[in-house]
């Protein structure tokens, strides 16, 4: 228990210092929450004209459309924030600078994952919670407790879900040295396909974002149980597990990083 | 009991093979073969505490991955190490609170923040109490001179500046060992003299056992009472570098400038290497003349209007010895 705390102690320090960090670079922060708050305004924008169009996709309005994006918006905002920096981990070992990790008398993965809290993610914030108030009118939605507290941890669960694969695709690199490429292949289709509901896609499809990849936990399945949509091939209920799938995929997430680690340390790069 | 003990060390690497041209690469991603490198191999020695030792060799002779091992970066092939008592490799975390290293082209500190950020961050990551933070911040802003840019962004020092904040930086949790993989890479004439000093007083102020891998031989000459010369990932020679010196040091270099007479210089009991205008360069046996045997024979017909004579340089020497190879009877290799 001492030592959680101490390293939550160390966690705060060290984001505080990448956040000064940043802060020296103004203009680029700024112009990075005003291009963040553009172009998911941008996919919205895209989502009505289809929209205006069909009036329906997969039974999902327009605004449930809206809601199940912004929902996912959040999440990657807050996964920005926290693991971000693993998307970086292949250029430290090209370089190798990612030694300085192994020299500190602290938990590599932690100390990694501390050294950068991009606060770039406000982009994501402010477009996600005006999307929310708007829809949460337009749509009737009222916000008692336990609809917060059900939000609250799908959000937990999307971050995890989402991090999990940053650090995953990020562990690549122990073994190939390079691992942008795996970023486009994998987490970039994933994100785009949980921009509209599942109930869209074949089966197949479907099943792979709910048990191999699964970003259907980042936004679908929550959000079908706020919204009381019909999520065909699965039971309504599945949107409850987002935590527990999160906190799962996560933790195997780290142990693959902590494999990829060893690997590093018997290989070299 | 020595400080660090190092038995039988090896260190393997598997690369994949490439081959060039399309076909080759598509070749080499279907069936990849492997080759093995042997980065280290069979290394053996022990330091002692207090001791300075200069590790050197060419590049690619094993010199990194030496010091990869030593602090638990890399996990040996085989072979056994052990620092202060720790297994590095077994037990990262504490020995990295035995140990500072510092390496001479990569920093270590927070780039983008005012150098003393980095210090207090440092100061947490190792848990170092506050008295001892405020001590040893106290010395180094006078022997490092730090004081001049604590408020500077690290981005926007100079790489004399910046190497004296990362030697501070390295020794704020009072390792016991220090690690320094090129500390003088880079820097001027004065810089590097300062950053010699510096690396004295730590060693003498603390008794902190300082490893320093270098390819600047004065840094050698000047810190090191020992030296472990590795090549091919074996090492070559283990030992003081005055018996290195003494033994492959025998030539002698004296300069003369003479009187021009029309007459050329002669000499027999030397080898004329170099003469530029009225200044000639005469190699010599130390063994078998002395120095004053030369210059008697020069006096006979010229006349010197000045003179030295040239040590070695241990940087010939050692090129010597990769080139010679080193034979054992001469100079005992220390175990």
Same mark, same amino acid.
């Given at each position: 228990?001492?030592?959680?705390?101490?390293?939550? =102690?160390?966690?705060?320090?060290? $984001?505080?210092?990448?956040?000064?960090?940043? !802060?020296?670079? =103004?203009?680029?922060?700024? !112009?990075?929450?005003?291009? !963040?708050?553009?172009?998911?305004?941008?996919?919205?924008?895209?989502?009505?004209?289809?929209?205006?169009?069909?009036?329906?996709?997969?039974?999902?309005?327009?605004?449930?459309?809206?809601?199940?994006?912004?929902?996912?918006?959040?999440?990657?905002?807050?996964?920005?924030?926290?693991?971000?920096?693993?998307?970086?981990?292949?250029?430290?070992?090209?370089?190798?600078?990612?030694?300085?990790?192994?020299? =500190?008398?602290?938990?590599?993965?932690?100390?990694?994952?501390?050294?950068?809290?991009?606060?770039?993610?406000?982009?994501?914030?402010?477009?996600?919670?005006?999307?929310?108030?708007?829809?949460?009118?337009?749509?009737?939605?009222?916000?008692?407790?336990?609809?917060?507290?059900?939000?609250?941890?799908?959000?937990?669960?999307?971050?995890?879900?989402?991090?999990?694969?940053?650090?995953?695709?990020?562990?690549?690199?122990?073994?190939?040295?390079?691992?942008?490429?795996?970023?486009?292949?994998? /987490?970039?289709?994933?994100?785009?396909?949980?921009?509209?509901?599942?109930?869209?896609?074949?089966? /197949?499809?479907?099943?792979?974002?709910?048990?191999?990849?699964?970003?259907?936990? $980042?936004?679908?399945?929550?959000?079908?149980?706020?919204?009381?949509?019909?999520?065909?091939?699965?039971?309504?209920?599945?949107?409850?597990?987002?935590?527990? $799938?999160?906190?799962?995929?996560?933790?195997?997430?780290?142990?693959?990083? !902590?494999?990829?680690?060893?690997?590093?340390?018997?290989?070299?790069? | 009991?020595?400080?660090?003990?190092?038995?039988?060390?090896?260190?393997?690497?598997?690369?994949?093979?490439?081959?060039?041209?399309?076909?080759?690469?598509?070749?080499?991603?279907?069936?990849?073969?492997?080759?093995?490198?042997?980065?280290?191999?069979?290394? @053996?020695?022990?330091?002692?505490?207090?001791?300075?030792?200069?590790?050197?060799?060419?590049?690619?002779?094993?010199? @990194?991955?030496?010091?990869?091992?030593?602090?638990?970066?890399?996990?040996?092939?085989?072979?056994?190490?052990?620092?202060?008592?720790?297994?590095?490799?077994?037990?990262?975390?504490?020995?990295?609170?035995?140990?500072?290293?510092?390496?001479?082209?990569?920093?270590?500190?927070?780039?983008?923040?005012?150098?003393?950020? &980095?210090?207090?961050?440092?100061?947490?990551?190792?848990?170092?109490?506050? &008295?001892?933070?405020?001590?040893?911040?106290?010395?180094?802003?006078?022997?490092?001179?730090?004081?001049?840019?604590?408020?500077?962004?690290?981005?926007?020092? @100079?790489?004399?500046?910046?190497?004296?904040?990362?030697?501070?930086?390295?020794?704020?949790?009072?390792?016991?060992?220090?690690?320094?993989?090129?500390?003088?890479?880079?820097?001027?004439?004065?810089?590097?003299?300062?950053?010699?000093?510096?690396?004295?007083?730590?060693?003498?102020?603390?008794?902190?056992?300082?490893?320093?891998?270098?390819?600047?031989?004065?840094?050698?000459?000047?810190?090191?009472?020992?030296?472990?010369?590795?090549?091919?990932?074996?090492?070559?020679?283990?030992?003081?570098?005055?018996?290195?010196?003494?033994?492959?040091?025998?030539?002698?270099?004296?300069?003369v400038d003479v009187e021009e007479n029309?007459?050329?210089?002669?000499?027999?009991?030397?080898?004329?290497?170099?003469?530029?205008?009225n200044?000639?360069?005469?190699?010599?046996?130390?063994?078998?003349?002395?120095? &004053?045997?030369?210059?008697?024979?020069i006096t006979k017909t010229h006349n010197i209007t000045?003179?030295?004579?040239?040590?070695?340089?241990?940087?010939?020497?050692?090129?010597?010895?990769?080139?010679?190879?080193?034979?054992?009877?001469?100079?005992?290799?220390?175990?």
């Open positions: 228990m001492k030592k959680i705390i101490e390293y939550v =102690r160390l966690y705060f320090r060290l $984001v505080g210092a990448g956040v000064r960090a940043q !802060m020296q670079y =103004r203009f680029a922060f700024v !112009m990075r929450i005003v291009g !963040m708050v553009a172009a998911y305004t941008g996919t919205a924008v895209t989502m009505w004209v289809m929209l205006y169009q069909f009036e329906e996709l997969g039974e999902w309005n327009f605004y449930e459309l809206l809601f199940l994006f912004a929902l996912a918006v959040l999440s990657w905002g807050f996964c920005i924030i926290l693991f971000f920096h693993f998307r970086s981990l292949d250029t430290y070992i090209v370089n190798g600078t990612f030694d300085r990790f192994l020299v =500190r008398p602290i938990n590599p993965f932690f100390h990694f994952m501390a050294m950068k809290f991009d606060i770039g993610a406000a982009g994501q914030f402010i477009f996600s919670i005006f999307v929310f108030i708007w829809v949460s009118n337009a749509l009737d939605i009222h916000w008692q407790l336990g609809k917060i507290l059900f939000l609250f941890g799908a959000v937990i669960g999307g971050v995890l879900v989402q991090g999990g694969l940053l650090v995953f695709i990020s562990a690549i690199a122990f073994w190939t040295t390079k691992s942008e490429r795996f970023y486009w292949v994998v /987490m970039y289709p994933a994100r785009n396909l949980t921009n509209y509901p599942l109930a869209i896609y074949p089966k /197949m499809v479907q099943w792979v974002t709910a048990f191999v990849i699964p970003f259907g936990f $980042v936004n679908y399945f929550p959000a079908a149980v706020l919204l009381n949509k019909e999520t065909p091939y699965f039971p309504s209920y599945i949107g409850y597990f987002t935590p527990l $799938v999160g906190i799962v995929f996560f933790i195997v997430a780290y142990y693959v990083w !902590m494999l990829g680690l060893s690997r590093y340390k018997s290989a070299g790069s | 009991m020595a400080i660090i003990e190092v038995k039988n060390l090896r260190k393997e690497f598997k690369i994949a093979k490439r081959e060039t041209g399309f076909v080759g690469a598509l070749k080499s991603v279907m069936n990849r073969q492997f080759v093995t490198k042997e980065a280290v191999k069979d290394i @053996s020695f022990s330091i002692e505490k207090g001791e300075m030792v200069g590790y050197i060799g060419p590049n690619g002779a094993g010199k @990194s991955t030496t010091i990869k091992m030593l602090t638990g970066i890399l996990v040996p092939s085989s072979g056994s190490i052990q620092v202060n008592g720790i297994v590095p490799y077994e037990n990262r975390k504490e020995n990295a609170k035995n140990i500072g290293v510092v390496f001479g082209q990569r920093t270590q500190l927070w780039w983008d923040l005012p150098t003393i950020e &980095s210090f207090e961050l440092l100061k947490e990551i190792y848990r170092v109490s506050y &008295s001892r933070y405020q001590e040893n911040m106290e010395t180094f802003t006078e022997i490092l001179g730090l004081g001049e840019f604590l408020n500077t962004p690290v981005r926007q020092l @100079s790489l004399g500046q910046r190497m004296r904040a990362d030697i501070a930086a390295s020794l704020l949790h009072d390792p016991d060992i220090l690690f320094l993989d090129e500390p003088t890479i880079g820097l001027d004439v004065v810089a590097k003299e300062k950053m010699r000093e510096f690396i004295q007083e730590i060693n003498t102020l603390r008794n902190v056992t300082v490893i320093l891998t270098t390819h600047d031989m004065e840094d050698i000459e000047k810190l090191c009472n020992r030296m472990i010369l590795i090549d091919h990932g074996q090492k070559v020679y283990d030992g003081d570098i005055a018996a290195v010196k003494s033994r492959y040091g025998k030539m002698r270099t004296l300069i029309g007459r050329d210089l002669q000499v027999s009991n030397g080898e004329l290497c170099k003469q530029e205008g200044r000639k360069w005469i190699r010599f046996n130390r063994d078998e003349y002395s120095a &004053s045997d030369v210059i008697s024979q000045d003179l030295t004579v040239e040590e070695p340089e241990i940087e010939s020497i050692i090129s010597r010895i990769y080139q010679e190879g080193f034979s054992k009877e001469e100079v005992p290799v220390k175990m």
